[in-house]
């Protein structure tokens, strides 16, 4: 049996490899070029995401270069208001959240897709779905087309597969949030690997965390660290209902 792939992201070539795995015939379609899918900046993975992706690729290979997932919450004061202590969550759950770069990520699934012999075909921005006897064909907007037993959408939050299908469902909605977030090497003495400090004020809050990239860097007073800076301008109310030590994970 054959499936198409529509996205690859995250979940496209994740889903493509466990198609493989039970013997289905699989193809990826993609719309960016292969050389545009270094965008992102960070993904979040807790234990759950881990031990999933533990399936497809070498969780030691997204450790060359991540930031721990504790975070310390900070008011405007410097006063520390909150912390998520993931520390445990190993021996709990064998896996500790980590934050790393959303390209390497996928970077490493289609690398992963790849040595399976799934064929990923980049520049294909799907267009049209159509429902036919015994399957679907889909077509791109570079005039392709591909006919298969089924297709699993993986195209993200403004997927074509889900207004082609179901046209009436609510799309998503800017709810008046914006982030933003750049990796900088820094000198100095920049904070050295470990929590991410999440400062708050009134309107806006501003994050960041140094990678374990290159631990002994902190010994070389003019050696650049790798550092992972995010801006994030939204109301965080909640994180001042809370008193340092009552979050719990
Ligand atoms: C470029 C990019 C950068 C991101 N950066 C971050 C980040 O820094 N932090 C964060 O938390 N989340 C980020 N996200 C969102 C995050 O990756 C996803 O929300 C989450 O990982 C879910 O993954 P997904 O595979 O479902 O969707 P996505 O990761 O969004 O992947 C969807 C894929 O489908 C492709 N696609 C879309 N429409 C079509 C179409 N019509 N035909 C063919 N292919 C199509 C997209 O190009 C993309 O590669 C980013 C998403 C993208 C696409």
């Not at 993609?30 to 881990?50: C, H, K, Q, S």
């Amino acid at each position: 049996m054959n499936a198409i792939i529509i996205g690859a992201g995250i979940a496209g070539p994740a889903m493509a490899i466990a198609l493989k795995r039970l013997g289905m015939g699989v193809t990826l379609y993609e719309a960016r070029e292969e050389n545009e899918m270094g965008g992102g900046v960070f993904l979040g993975l807790t234990p759950n995401g881990l031990n999933v992706l533990k399936e497809f690729i070498d969780i030691d290979q997204l450790k060359g270069d991540y930031t721990a997932g504790t975070m310390e919450f900070y008011n405007a004061r410097n006063k520390c208001i909150g912390r998520f202590d993931t520390r445990d969550q190993a021996r709990k759950y064998g896996a500790e959240t980590i934050q790393v770069k959303r390209a390497r990520v996928s970077e490493l699934l289609r690398q992963a897709a790849a040595r399976q012999g799934i064929g990923i075909r980049y520049g294909h921005r799907l267009n049209c779905l159509t429902e036919r006897a015994g399957g679907v064909e889909a077509s791109f907007d570079n005039g392709h087309s591909h006919a298969a037993a089924f297709l699993i959408a993986c195209d993200g939050i403004h997927s074509a597969c889900r207004a082609a299908l179901f046209p009436d469902a609510p799309g998503p909605v800017y709810t008046q949030q914006l982030s933003t977030g750049a990796m900088m090497r820094m000198s100095g003495s920049p904070p050295g690997f470990g929590a991410i400090k999440m400062v708050f004020g009134e309107r806006a809050f501003f994050a960041y965390a140094a990678s374990n990239h290159n631990p002994l860097a902190t010994f070389f007073r003019d050696l650049m660290l790798r550092h992972f800076i995010r801006f994030e301008k939204r109301k965080m109310d909640w994180v001042y209902r809370y008193r340092p030590g009552s979050i719990a994970l």
